[in-house]
């Protein structure tokens, strides 16, 4: 009997041992990042998350950073390959790179950045700010009440407000729903014109600018990537276009009340250190957001249409 027991209370102490080692922190990490599409803003975030993880964690970091080109099948596919390699983190970067990663996995733990709305991004009704998964993050969403009073502070006698965005992107419609709403309240006439893609999207702006005095464009990737189709239409037609966020802004806008997308990066990355740390856990951890936002206009893009900037606002830099 004293044999059975000794050898139960080996086995029991062989079994914590075995299970304190499993809780042990690592000695190094390996991170995958998905971005989705290469431009000013996304490669800020991206920028602002590896140099915060690295000043938390420094020497402890593997980078896999791929790009998707913008397209969300190869989110799905950069995804899958994270899952298959096993790292130990995801970070996300805009909403279809978010959208493929939680699809991907419920264990490895998915940060994502430059996402608008994570009601939106994953079809959680009644969000309340925690996901309550294996998804956290932060939020590029601006108040889009201001956006809409900014539109008003510049161009109250004028009525006509096209508002163009990409289909494909989730949070897009969301915010020209909401900024819609905003400006019809303001008294203006607002008309959507969602493209579906690059391919139809000058055809698109074309007919939003022969019937808008205004245009406005939301946080949308596509428009992101392809500022200058909205410039080459819109400027020489003399039509404002009122931005949701600064690289689009620098495009082909004359202002937006914009975020730092490398602020939105290092706060993510903060995150992200919590949870390999130990510190933190992503289920419990509520979603980030800017914690200020700045008017800003394009000097350029006003000079040529003669338009007087309000007081108040910042000129944006020209880009290195």
């Not at 995958?32 to 964690?57: N, S, W, Y």
């Not at 983190?89 to 264990?107: E, F, H, Y």
Request: glycine share 8%; charged share 20%; hydrophobic share 40%.
């Amino acid at each position: 009997m004293k044999k059975l027991i000794a050898l139960t209370l080996a086995a029991l102490m062989l079994l914590g041992l075995t299970a304190c080692a499993g809780t042990q922190k690592k000695d190094s990490y390996t991170v995958g990042i998905c971005q989705l599409v290469p431009h000013v803003a996304l490669d800020a975030a991206t920028k602002g998350f590896k140099e915060a993880l690295e000043a938390e964690m420094p020497g402890q970091i593997t980078f896999d950073e791929q790009n998707a080109a913008n397209d969300p099948a190869t989110c799905s596919t950069i995804a899958n390959g994270f899952v298959s390699s096993g790292v130990d983190l995801i970070m996300a970067n805009a909403t279809p790179a978010l959208q493929s990663a939680a699809a991907a996995t419920v264990d490895i733990p998915i940060l994502g950045t430059s996402v608008t709305e994570y009601g939106v991004a994953l079809s959680i009704e009644d969000f309340t700010g925690t996901v309550g998964t294996n998804v956290s993050g932060t939020s590029d969403l601006a108040p889009l009440d201001q956006q809409a009073a900014m539109i008003k502070e510049w161009f109250p006698e004028k009525k006509a407000v096209g508002l163009v965005y990409c289909s494909a992107e989730a949070n897009s419609q969301y915010q020209v729903d909401v900024v819609q709403k905003q400006l019809e309240d303001l008294g203006y006439t607002c008309t959507q014109y969602p493209f579906s893609d690059s391919n139809d999207m000058a055809a698109v702006v074309q007919n939003a600018a022969s019937a808008s005095e205004i245009i406005y464009v939301p946080t949308d990737n596509t428009v992101a990537s392809n500022t200058g189709i909205i410039d080459n239409i819109c400027r020489p037609a003399k039509i404002p276009v009122f931005a949701g966020e600064e690289g689009i802004c620098s495009g082909c806008g004359v202002a937006t009340l914009s975020i730092s997308y490398y602020d939105l990066g290092v706060a993510t990355g903060k995150m992200a250190a919590k949870i390999l740390k130990g510190e933190a856990k992503i289920e419990e951890m509520p979603i980030e957001y800017a914690p200020q936002f700045t008017k800003k206009y394009n000097e350029a893009i006003c000079a040529d249409l003669g338009i007087e900037v309000p007081e108040g606002y910042e000129k944006i830099a020209a880009a290195e």
